[in-house]
């Protein structure tokens, strides 16, 4: 029996029906990913990939969130992924560095739309799917892969079909062709962190339409190699990982991935996000005259001062640059004396980038040490007068459920109006009990009011 099988077989068989904590981490993110799309669909490129889906509609489609028409499933889940990496804020599995709602959500929905499944249904798929992206990342990713390949479209192509597999309630044999063929399709590069692109908006989106492809392509009888994991020419020799490819069936801790899940604060790079609240917590702790600071020092872990995109003094081609530059987020934060969604848009205040260019950065090798299981960062500044002024986090403060439902909640309001609001934030608590998801999805088949 291959390993594949035996992976796809283990993760057909898990269930959250029966653990309250798994179900409201999973309504959790859930209710988040809406809010996300509704977010995003703001952006330019979220705008500029519905201009270009949405000439389009057929007539017994999916629904594109908040958008009043429908696509293909294929063509839905890809739309509705951008519209959530748009928002730049998807949830985050920081052992992986992968965003999995990003591709999961999208899948489930559109196929879900499609087939009628139980709210119980969609959310036994979805921890399927968390699961398999964090087991299979957690072997793959390193500093060589991370420099190379974007992790969520890579591990969601397998973890997204085997969401797809569970949800369509595809047996064993036909579950693996679906990873099969979703894995043939993994892939996104790294130079967008580069030269500034805007490549990685649409990496999950690719994943997320190549993996209802392939789930209905299996559905119908379509074959592929079984060994895709860990076979000579499989994903994991192609990716890395292929030594470590038994730890894929080893219990290990946590048991459950989407413990690991966190919800980003702003709309900004994971890992430039302990750095900026060490800037916080300076302005907070200090009266602080940006105009007198003469230099600006950031010590922090590896991976978020070797990742790609991270060290980016400027000048920043676009909003996306601001998201991932740890100089602006901590230039930003000391400039406006807050961290919030408005710092990633100035990108051409000169304030800000006169302090990118006298910020140093530096590595710390316990906080190297520390990662994943904390994020740490320490910022000090030195002013006109030669005095030095530091603060320091041992990890990024917690966004908790009350506030990510709070702005899922307040982003659905000013879309979709108070009442309806209300509504589809109780349907997403409650989603458990929902017999066909398409109820769910009416108020998100509409069309958004203008904000």
């Not at 859930?30 to 996300?36: F, R, T």
């Not at 959530?84 to 959500?105: E, I, M, W, Y």
């Amino acid at each position: 029996m291959s390993l594949t099988r035996r992976f796809v077989a283990q993760s057909l068989a898990i269930s959250a029906r029966h653990d309250p904590a798994l179900l409201d981490k999973l309504k959790l993110c859930l209710a988040d990913h809406v809010g996300c799309v509704l977010a995003g669909a703001a952006m330019p490129w979220a705008r500029q990939t519905l201009a270009a889906l949405s000439p389009w509609p057929v007539g017994n489609g999916s629904p594109v969130l908040g958008q009043g028409f429908v696509l293909a499933p294929a063509e839905a889940a890809f739309a509705n992924a951008v519209l959530a990496s748009s928002s730049s804020r998807t949830d985050t599995h920081p052992p992986t560095n992968s965003h999995p709602g990003a591709v999961l959500f999208p899948v489930l929905l559109a196929l879900a739309a499609q087939r009628g499944s139980s709210g119980a249904d969609l959310l036994d798929a979805a921890l399927a799917g968390y699961q398999a992206m964090g087991r299979l990342g957690r072997i793959m990713v390193d500093d060589d892969f991370r420099k190379r390949f974007r992790t969520t479209p890579v591990i969601g192509s397998v973890g997204g079909a085997i969401a797809a597999a569970h949800l369509l309630k595809l047996d064993t044999d036909r579950a693996i062709q679906a990873v099969a063929l979703a894995a043939n399709a993994a892939g996104g590069l790294m130079q967008w962190a580069h030269s500034g692109g805007l490549d990685l908006i649409y990496h999950a989106a690719q994943a997320a339409r190549a993996v209802v492809h392939a789930a209905l392509l299996a559905e119908a009888g379509c074959t592929a190699s079984e060994a895709i994991l860990e076979g000579e020419g499989g994903l994991l020799m192609a990716f890395g990982g292929r030594e470590r490819v038994e730890e894929l069936l080893s219990r290990r801790e946590p048991t459950w991935e989407i413990e690991a899940i966190d919800f980003k604060p702003v709309p900004a790079c994971v890992f430039v996000q302990a750095s900026a609240y060490a800037a916080l917590k300076l302005v907070t702790e200090n009266t602080v005259d940006a105009a007198r600071i003469r230099a600006v020092s950031v010590t922090s872990f590896h991976t978020a001062l070797r990742f790609p995109g991270c060290d980016n003094p400027g000048p920043l081609a676009d909003i996306q640059a601001a998201r991932m530059s740890l100089q602006h987020s901590v230039a930003a934060v000391l400039v406006r004396g807050t961290l919030a969604d408005a710092n990633y848009l100035a990108i051409d205040d000169t304030a800000i980038q006169r302090l990118c260019g006298v910020m140093t950065l530096h590595e710390d090798a316990a906080m190297t040490a520390a990662f994943p299981a904390r994020q740490s960062a320490r910022v000090d500044i030195t002013l006109d007068d030669g005095r030095r002024i530091g603060a320091s986090v041992d990890d990024i403060p917690v966004f908790g459920p009350a506030q990510v439902l709070a702005r899922a909640d307040a982003v659905a309001a000013a879309t979709l109006g108070a009442a309806q609001a209300a509504r589809l934030m109780q349907a997403c608590g409650t989603i458990e009990a929902c017999a066909d998801m398409r109820d769910f999805l009416k108020p998100l088949s509409q069309e958004r009011r203008a904000a």
